[in-house]
């Protein structure tokens, strides 16, 4: 995965309200954060993928992010 797509994607993160991260579910959560990247920035298929998944797979970290702040 391009290293500028995981700054821009976790600059994103630390940008969003804590109260709405944790209050979405899991499916809402990855959904909303993809719109808001590609609000922001024009990305491809493969990328979408690719950002889909490692969102997935970093949903309990974006949490305890959002938890700490």
Do not use: C
């Not at 994607?9 to 109260?19: A, P």
């Not at 808001?36 to 970093?58: M, P, R």
């Amino acid at each position: 995965m391009n290293p500028q797509l995981l700054r821009r994607l976790w600059s994103l993160v630390e940008r969003s309200q804590s109260s709405h991260l944790l209050a979405l579910d899991d499916h809402s959560l990855v959904h909303w954060l993809l719109d808001q990247f590609t609000g922001q920035q024009s990305i491809n298929q493969a990328e979408a993928d690719q950002l889909h998944g490692y969102i997935l797979a970093k949903i309990p970290l974006i949490r305890d992010l959002a938890q700490e702040r």
